[in-house]
């Protein structure tokens, strides 16, 4: 698609967003504006965080299913997206999203939503990315969630305000697939120690590619990883420290079956990942990041091993972001990204990998973002850009 046609498009869809009198269901729940819980859409405001946090819920909250249901609990959630790359061709792309999501009273919330993708070949189904059902044991205190979710990530990648993903939370070393940043399928505990510390705990099936699963029934077994956070606020500052624990089974094509060995090679790898994270907020700018450290026990296999070669790698990385708001609807942002480990399927040596993404967002309605970001990298990768346009209705 060129660059006009993307123009036309999105000139279109801000027009009839702009035209549309429903807004997001948590809004015309408690009659309140957008920005009460997001520093323009769909960037989380510290309240609005909290509000996530208890289970969509505000402070003392009174209200009950029925409430749940006159608020009519559904929004739509669509995404234009042009990419460019350097030496490459654009490509235009649509996301869209059905969202429910709320609380049946003081015990019990949910959220489920339903995820399309659009292209030049027509819309697929890309799946569920969350559904849950959450249960407060002990209000404030302690609370039980399960289903299919995203992990208590400091900083959500499932819903997150930028355009191009964390680079750390996804990575890993050999032929590990695993990471923390998609979806898990399991339960989580967790809960309030004080009004400003925070615990959870979850125990998930661990990912694995869908390939993996059909070369293996064992690569889609529930392996009962652990992922746990301890955070703290103070004020409007935060500072949190995330672990994630177990064991992953992987599986690929025997590369070179003439040595011997089965067709395909199946093991097993330990998992470890520690991170440490922090927020801080400066007047009009807001500083935030991550540091994390990982290690895979036995990530790597070929013919002459087919259990593994039982060889440790591991990585470290992070990122740090920074966004001033020069306006209150106009907001520069900058992301220093870096992954130090083997280059994925190799056990060679670590190398430093970078990425910088200047970006620019714009609301052109409390429901509207125009977002405008580039991503730069080192080792010969490509830069890229991206414009996207974000609808909530």
């Given amino acids: 698609m060129s660059i006009p046609r993307f123009v036309v ?50 402070e003392d909250d009174a209200t009950d299913a029925s409430d749940w249901w006159r608020s009519i609990p559904v929004s739509f959630r669509g995404s234009l997206r042009q990419t460019f790359e350097e030496e490459g061709d654009a490509d235009t792309t649509g996301r869209f ?25 027509g819309i697929d189904r890309s799946g569920t990315d969350n559904a849950f059902l959450r249960v407060e044991l002990l209000p404030d205190e302690l ?27 996804f990575a890993t070393t050999g032929f590990e697939t695993d990471n923390i940043g998609s979806h898990q399928d399991g339960v989580e505990a967790g809960g309030f120690l004080d009004d400003a510390t925070r615990w959870s705990i979850a125990v998930v099936r661990g990912q694995n590619s869908g390939e993996e699963r059909e070369l293996s029934d064992s690569a889609g077994q529930f392996d009962g990883n652990v992922f746990g956070r301890l955070t703290r606020r103070f004020g409007e500052d935060r500072l949190g420290l995330y672990l994630y624990w177990g064991r992953n089974t992987l599986a690929r094509t025997n590369p070179d079956p003439g040595a011997g060995g089965p067709a395909v090679l199946e093991w097993d790898d330990d998992l470890f990942r520690l991170g440490f994270d922090g927020a801080a907020y400066l007047s009009s700018v807001h500083l935030y990041g991550t540091f994390l450290y990982g290690r ?40 220093f990204d870096w992954v130090h480990g083997p280059e994925a399927g190799t056990l060679g040596p670590s190398q430093t990998f970078v990425g910088f993404s200047p970006g620019l967002k714009i609301w052109l309605h409390p429901r509207i973002r125009l977002a405008f970001e580039l991503n730069f990298r080192n080792r010969d990768q490509p830069t890229r850009g991206a414009i996207q346009v974000d609808l909530a209705l």
């Avoid at 520093?39 to 289970?55: A, D, I, N, T």
């Avoid at 969202?99 to 993708?117: A, F, K, P």
């Avoid at 995203?150 to 191009?164: C, G, I, K, M, V």
């Fill in 296 to 335: 895979n026990g036995n990530s790597f296999a070929d013919a002459a091993n087919p259990s593994g070669t039982e060889e440790a790698a591991s990585f470290t990385g992070g990122f740090g972001q920074l966004d001033f708001y020069l306006r209150d609807h106009l907001l520069l942002s900058g992301r």
């Fill in 143 to 169: 609370y039980l969630r399960g289903g299919r979710l995203e992990l208590d990530l400091p900083f959500t990648q499932a819903r997150t305000p930028q355009l191009y993903a964390y680079d750390i939370y």
């Fill in 97 to 121: 999203r059905f969202v429910s999501g709320g609380n049946l009273g003081s015990r019990v919330s949910y959220w489920i939503d339903e995820s399309y993708s659009v292209d030049a070949d």
């Fill in 9 to 58: 498009l999105l000139g279109l869809a801000v027009v009839s967003a702009t035209r549309a009198e429903a807004i997001p269901e948590f809004a015309r729940r408690y009659a309140l504006p957008c920005h009460f819980c997001h520093e323009g859409y769909p960037k989380l405001s510290v309240l609005g965080e909290q509000f996530k946090e208890r289970g969509y819920r505000l």
